[in-house]
């Protein structure tokens, strides 16, 4: 339900159609495409075949959280996986589970087996699926297209959804009323083997790394930790998760506004869904435009207010005609708030922990909307309609009052690739890639009146080593001899010390350059590395000796 679009910067939005000059981007975009628009119609046959089972508004409103909670629950996981293992590998099997799942549930609305569980039971399982391949397909762009077109690519990711959502939910109300739910079933169904035989025909280079793989709670901890030291991410992940909760009441109410306040069908609902598609598709075309005269917090801010007239129209209005111009209008604030959130986090995350970035960001943005769909839902039934979506409107007005604490800042050109360079020191002992834990001390001799510029250096010296694997990072001063300092920091293995070598950029080795040039007589820095020694008794130390070769 997700999109992400937008390039911050006005080259990439004047070549928004670029990367489909790429044939194995072209493809697997257009096999998505058509992928989505099965996906939309099985949202509208899901959602209207449970409005018609289920007499609970809060049943109703669990469909589209049972098709972001796995995202929640899954997506970190799914992101470590495509940080590494093979991306495209990751994506097929995700395909895979989607095209299993949605033919099982065809089969059992065939044999007329249908339960409010069931149904959601099985969304869930589509949603696995899905999971587990959007953090790959949302990695891979970079590696597929050229570094200047991914901010194209990643606009083009939600042009080409909300193009879709446009007919897809309209297409999907016409299946459903003339020729059945296990017609809308069956389509969706075929619609998600394009992808799976798109991708098993395309393949696309992939820098590999010589080092050893990461083990899943090295890399998850790892991507957690990158997260937490980037405010870019931080800001752009607190906003999309409370507007994921406060806006999806327009998504998990619209049945039951159909249904019970505008008097409708499955015909009607399509055709709202699809003014909502119109005026997202509008926003989405217009973005470069809008981001040429406001920056992307006031897009923000009025991406906010357009979703929150949206649910107060629709708490208010019983015509058709006034609900789908109000969707339009939610549409274009729901394109135009992702869009600048997504590109931000692919922009701030380098390509060794872009999946779990992405990952982490889609994590708790389908969790804020998991969140919302209950809380909206259970308002609806325990009160009314309209105090559900009047309360989504004031929501989402605080949503915008946010950026007061979260501001979403510009980002001009994305994070600059590792230099994959480096070679290892000679050490006297035998290492494996295992043995650690690894200490590195590294000395320096300030001068004091370097000493001011040279603290100021050490604080981004830490904040660049602690984002890339550096553990207990500590910089001391001899008492006894003030010129000197000692910077210390820790690895788990020799492995991970090598590897984090290799994620240093080019602007990380500037900043050695800078402390190169305040040490005392432009001396170099003297490095020494260290492997941790246990102090347990000797039985337990017999134990561990596989850890510390050479001792």
């Known amino acids: 339900m997700s999109s992400v679009a937008g390039a911050n910067e006005d080259p990439a939005s004047q070549a928004t159609f670029a990367p489909l000059r790429n044939p194995t981007f072209r493809s697997i975009w257009l096999a998505t495409q058509i992928s989505s628009l099965g996906w939309l119609m099985q949202t509208v046959a899901i959602s209207w075949l449970m409005a018609t089972i289920s007499t609970s508004d809060l049943m109703v409103a669990l469909v589209p959280a049972s098709s972001t909670l796995p995202a929640f629950i899954l997506s970190i996981f799914a992101g470590a996986m495509a940080d590494n293992f093979s991306r495209r590998r990751v994506m097929f099997a995700g395909r895979c589970l989607m095209a299993t799942a949605s033919a099982m549930l065809t089969a059992l609305v065939a044999l007329g087996f249908v339960d409010p569980w069931m149904i959601l039971g099985f969304s869930f399982l589509i949603a696995c699926g899905g999971a587990l391949n959007d953090p790959a397909w949302q990695a891979s762009v970079g590696d597929i297209v050229d570094r200047r077109d991914v901010p194209a690519a990643v606009t083009l990711l939600s042009v080409g959804f909300n193009t879709v959502r446009t007919v897809g939910p309209a297409l999907g109300g016409i299946v459903v009323a003339s020729f059945g739910l296990l017609a809308a079933f069956t389509v969706t169904t075929l619609s998600y083997l394009v992808p799976l035989v798109t991708i098993w025909r395309c393949k696309w280079k992939v820098r590999s790394s010589h080092l050893p793989r990461e083990s899943m709670r090295t890399a998850i901890y790892d991507g957690l930790r990158f997260t937490a030291m980037s405010s870019e991410i931080k800001a752009a992940t607190a906003r999309g998760t409370l507007f994921g909760l406060a806006s999806i009441a327009i998504f998990a109410l619209l049945p039951i506004v159909v249904r019970d306040q505008l008097g409708g069908g499955p015909l009607a609902y399509g055709t709202l869904m699809a003014g909502f598609g119109t ?60 869009s600048g959130i997504g590109v931000n986090v692919q922009l701030a995350s380098p390509r060794w922990v872009v999946g779990r970035t992405i990952s982490i960001y889609y994590a708790l943005i389908y969790g804020g909307i998991a969140t919302g769909s209950w809380v909206w839902g259970t308002v609806a039934q325990n009160h009314s309609l309209a105090w559900a979506l009047e309360g989504s409107a004031g929501a989402l007005l605080l949503v915008a009052a946010a950026g007061i604490l979260f501001p979403l800042r510009e980002r001009l050109e994305s994070e600059p690739d590792p230099l994959e360079e480096f070679n290892a020191p000679v050490v006297a002992l035998n290492l494996k890639a295992r043995s650690g834990p690894i200490v590195v001390k590294i000395e320096y001799l300030i001068a004091e009146r370097n000493l001011e510029a040279f603290l100021d250096l050490m604080r981004q010296r830490r904040h660049v080593y602690s984002r890339v694997g550096a553990r207990h990072w500590t910089l001391q001063r001899n008492l006894q001899k003030p010129v000197q300092w000692i910077e210390t920091f820790r690895t788990p293995t020799w492995t991970d010390y090598l590897r984090l070598n290799h994620r240093l950029t080019t602007v990380d080795k500037e900043l050695d350059e800078r402390i190169f040039h305040l040490q005392e007589g432009g001396l170099g820095f003297q490095i020494t590395l260290w492997i941790e020694r246990p102090t347990r008794p000797a039985r337990d130390v017999e134990q561990s000796t596989s850890y510390f070769p050479g001792h």
């Open 279 to 338: 005026g997202a598709v509008l926003a989405g075309f217009s973005n470069g435009l809008f981001r040429r005269s406001l920056s992307q917090e006031q897009l923000m801010r009025l991406a906010c207010v357009a979703c929150a007239a949206c649910s107060l129209s629709l708490a208010l209005t019983s015509s058709i005609a006034m609900a789908a111009f109000a969707l339009a209008l939610g549409g274009a604030g729901w394109v135009t708030a992702w």
